[in-house]
């Protein structure tokens, strides 16, 4: 019983290392991603000050083709969209609406549904060069 339940203890700490790895990926992407341009502040994603924290907001569905794209490209094992939007889902970065997981914001000049994450814990840089010399 007691071998049950530590191999049980292990697969799942495995699982959630293996899902934090994946996440983790998944941010840095993103990151080389704005810095190539393949996606832009305002259309794809959006960076919002709320009660002092930066919180971003991501049109998923507009950037997960991106991301598979260059994880292709650069031989970085990308996992399937479900199972990627499940990880960042339960990943403690991910910020739940009270109504449901997703945010209704204006992105590039249209209503989008977006997904919010706390930035500033996500160890990645979005910002622009320019707007960080603005706020100097």
């Keep these: ?3 049950t339940l530590c191999v ?27 810095e190539n341009y393949a996606i832009t502040d305002g259309k794809q994603y959006l960076i919002k000050q709320k009660e ?5 907001y991501i049109r998923f569905s507009a950037i997960y ?6 994880c292709l490209k650069q031989r970085i094992t990308s996992i399937d969209k479900e199972s990627l939007l499940k990880y960042l889902k ?10 449901s997981d997703f945010y209704k914001l204006k992105m590039d000049g249209q209503s989008a549904s977006a997904f919010a994450f706390k930035y500033q814990d996500l160890g990645i840089n979005l910002h622009d060069p320019e707007s960080e010399l603005k706020d100097l």
């Design 1 to 3: 019983e007691m071998f």
């Design 8 to 34: 049980t203890y292990l697969m799942e700490q495995h699982e959630i290392m293996t899902r934090t790895s994946d996440v983790m990926t998944f941010w840095k992407v993103v990151e080389q991603l704005k």
């Design 52 to 56: 002092g924290k930066e919180i971003i």
């Design 65 to 70: 083709p991106k991301y598979n794209e260059f």
């Design 90 to 99: 339960s990943h403690d970065t991910f910020i739940r609406n009270t109504e």
